[in-house]
């Protein structure tokens, strides 16, 4: 459907859980989440129910993110499940630590794409910035995609200044031989982020340390993502540049977390509770409409307005 705007809602966004195996530095606090009562998150059947509602009202993409998805008791039914009610894209966002013994399974339920996120090519540093995680499990899963036919693989990086800037060059090389896509995106200063303001870098200070780079087409109008490429390079490099420029006026999106809370633009702190009427049997369908219809224009991060809530529990 279409909002106020005239844009064409048709993707949803799902953070089915705001836990996570991993407590990267700049998106979850070193503790973790405070405790939810199980009674206030959604179950895998209500996910289910709440995604027939959208697809009769236009949706006909979901990514599954979270926190991390692949932690979530029944993720897997879950994908069977958007597959049944006739969602035709069903990707995942996931950190890739599970998916060395997932990834068949996922493929056999209907996952059609993943895209899993990697700061670092190197052991040390990547478990610094994840506080603990293992690089090799993610290779591993990066292979089960390739293997299952989850594919093509994309990776996405967050690029910061005395962290990762040294290894940009790496990740664009990694698209030589490989028919991957590496997307770079910037920085945005949401919850624990705001922290790390001044590790900000543009993607245009990115594109610059790498001239070959070259731009390609876009393959998907409504994709936030800019793409270029080395000289018969088999993969492509995308940016996503929040910050410096904005996308809203093709913003397809829309988001749901897994306390049922629907959010119309990642960087508002508005949210509509949808879980509490639908476990009353009101209309939600009705309250998903007048939701989109009111997505607001535009973001307004340039002038200070930021999101208090953590990357983890909305879902990126
Ligand atoms: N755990 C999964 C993962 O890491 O892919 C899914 C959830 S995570 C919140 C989704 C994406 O958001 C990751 O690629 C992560 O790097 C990105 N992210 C988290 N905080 C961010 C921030 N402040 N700015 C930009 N990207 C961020
Ligand atoms: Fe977990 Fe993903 Fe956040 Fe890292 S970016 S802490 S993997 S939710």
């Not at 060059?169 to 990694?174: E, H, I, K, S, T």
């Not at 629907?262 to 409409?289: A, Q, T, V």
């Amino acid at each position: 459907m279409k909002d106020n705007f005239g844009r064409d809602i048709s993707y949803l966004r799902i953070s089915i859980t705001d836990k996570c195996n991993l407590r990267c530095k700049y998106c979850m606090p070193e503790k973790g989440v405070s405790l939810v009562e199980h009674k206030d998150v959604m179950t895998i059947e209500e996910y289910i129910q709440v995604a027939k509602v959208f697809k009769n009202l236009g949706i006909s993409k979901i990514r599954i993110t979270g926190g991390e998805p692949l932690v979530k008791k029944g993720v897997v039914d879950l994908i069977s499940g958007f597959k049944n009610i006739g969602i035709k894209e069903i990707a995942m966002t996931t950190n890739g630590i599970l998916l060395g013994d997932m990834a068949k399974n996922l493929k056999e339920a209907g996952l059609t794409r993943v895209n899993i996120s990697l700061d670092s090519l190197q052991e040390d540093k990547y478990r610094g910035i994840t506080r603990g995680g293992e690089l090799q499990k993610v290779l591993d899963g990066i292979e089960s995609c390739k293997k299952y036919g989850i594919t093509p693989v994309k990776l996405n990086t967050v690029v910061m200044k005395d962290v990762n800037i040294d290894e940009f060059r790496n990740f664009v090389d990694l698209t030589k031989e490989d028919d991957i896509s590496v997307r770079f995106i910037e920085l945005m200063p949401i919850g624990e982020a705001v922290r790390y303001k001044d590790r900000f870098v543009s993607n245009d200070e990115l594109l610059s340390l790498y001239p070959e780079l070259k731009p390609i087409d876009s393959m998907d109008i409504s994709s936030p993502a800019k793409y270029y490429k080395l000289p018969k390079a088999k993969g492509n490099v995308g940016f996503i540049n929040p910050m410096s420029c904005k996308f809203c006026g093709t913003c397809n999106r829309v988001r749901l977390t897994s306390k049922g809370q629907l959010l119309m633009c990642l960087h508002s702190n508005i949210h509509i509770e949808l879980l509490k009427p639908l476990r009353e049997g009101k209309d939600i369908g009705k309250i998903i409409k007048d939701a989109i219809y009111n997505k607001p224009e535009a973001h307004h991060l340039l002038e200070g307005e930021y999101n208090s809530t953590d990357m983890n529990e909305i879902g990126g």
